[in-house]
């Protein structure tokens, strides 16, 4: 099946600090998408990107759809204590139906 | 609007015993997914559903049934824990197949 490779695993940032995540994979993908999920909660989604080279903007948040369609990134500006949480992202594949793959996720600690 | 609701929260099961997962959602979503979270694993697949009556297998299928008489619920049956079933277990739905998914609070499962 198809895999994606998130990274950082974790980061230990200040706050006031800029944080940037990315995803990559082998393979190409139609749809890819950011959640963030809260300790103790399910996942909430953040942005979705559906065209290659597409940019995108949430508030404080920045996520692009990589041109190649093999990878996407996701910027946070400024972090603010309650960024802390686990940041996903999934992609669908041309093949997989409506299956979502999830990246391994990255575990965002802010200091105060 | 409760969104996507899971019972229970917390269980604890002896090696062989059985039991179901409730899963409802009140938005009316023809898709639902039953996912599991590993540590540092992400989310993977274990059934989804595209409507009432209608169920398929995702990435980790085995040990678990599903249902889905009602368009609301789709509970997940276990039918022997194993130690290998020790997860927190996440329901989602969603209005289509475009990747957005909405997730339930989590469900954590503990086999002894």
């Known amino acids: 099946g198809q895999q994606l490779n998130q990274s950082p695993q ?21 749809t890819w998408l950011w959640y963030k999920q809260d300790p103790g909660e399910g996942p909430v989604l953040l942005i979705a990107l559906y065209k290659a080279g597409e940019l995108t903007s949430n508030g404080r948040l920045t996520a692009q759809f990589g041109i190649t369609r093999k ?35 990255t575990r965002l600690m802010v200091k105060p | ?23 409802a959602q009140d ?38 049934n599903v249902s889905r008489s009602t368009t609301e619920d789709f509970p997940l049956r276990l039918e022997l824990a194993a130690p290998s079933q020790t997860s927190v277990y996440f329901c989602a739905s969603s209005y289509d197949t475009s990747g957005e998914l909405f997730f339930g609070e989590g469900s954590r499962l503990t086999v002894l």
Request: charged share 10%; proline share 4%.
């Open chain 1, 10 to 30: 974790s980061m230990f940032i200040q706050e006031g600090e800029d944080v940037s995540m990315n995803c990559t994979s082998s393979s190409i993908f139609n």
């Open chain 1, 71 to 105: 990878d996407s990134f996701l910027n946070i500006s400024a972090s603010i204590p309650s960024d802390v949480g686990i940041y996903f992202c999934a992609g669908l594949h041309p093949n997989a139906g409506n299956m979502l793959t999830f990246g391994g996720g």
């Open chain 2, 1 to 23: 609007n409760a969104g996507v609701t899971q019972t229970p929260k917390f269980r604890i099961l002896k090696i062989g015993q059985s039991m179901t997962l409730q899963c």
């Open chain 2, 27 to 64: 938005m009316n979503h023809n898709y639902m997914y039953w996912y599991r979270q590993d540590p540092g694993m992400g989310l993977k697949l274990i059934y989804y559903s595209v409507g009432a009556g209608i169920t398929d297998k995702g990435e980790v299928p085995n040990g678990y």
